[in-house]
């Protein structure tokens, strides 16, 4: 079981930038790939990003393909997501999941969850 804390969240204005943060407790880091979600009030939670327990791969939903970066430090047992030109959009709750599978863009293959940190981009 990895447990997870995102930190990072906060109030910006339309184009600006935030990086979240994801600090994993655990003996499996990584071997676990990691993913970023996220769920806007009264709407469905939808995957952002995604990037395998090496770095090699990396996924990104559409919506933010070109604006967000996801990235991990092995070492530190942390991932990040680096999120450009924000948009009021992305206002929502950012969750970060660990799955020890394959990498993918499905909540039902992640294992642990954070508890989320609020993302809130004004207009």
């Known amino acids: 079981q990895v447990q997870l804390v995102e930190s990072g969240g906060g109030l910006v204005q339309a184009g600006g930038s935030l990086r979240l943060s994801c600090a994993a407790s655990g003996r499996t880091f990584s071997s676990n790939n990691m993913g970023w979600f996220r769920q806007a009030p009264g709407k469905e939670r939808e995957f952002v990003a995604a990037?395998?327990?090496?770095?090699?791969?990396?996924y990104y939903a559409d919506s933010v393909k070109g604006r967000f970066n996801i990235s991990r430090d092995n070492a530190k047992n942390t991932v990040y997501l680096q999120m450009n030109s924000l948009k009021p959009e992305d206002t929502a709750v950012y969750y970060c999941?660990?799955?020890?599978?394959?990498?993918?863009?499905?909540?039902?293959?992640?294992?642990?969850w954070g508890q989320g940190t609020q993302v809130t981009v004004s207009s």
């Open positions: 990037i395998h327990w090496s770095g090699r791969s990396i």
């Open positions: 999941a660990a799955a020890a599978g394959i990498i993918s863009r499905q909540q039902r293959h992640y294992n642990d």
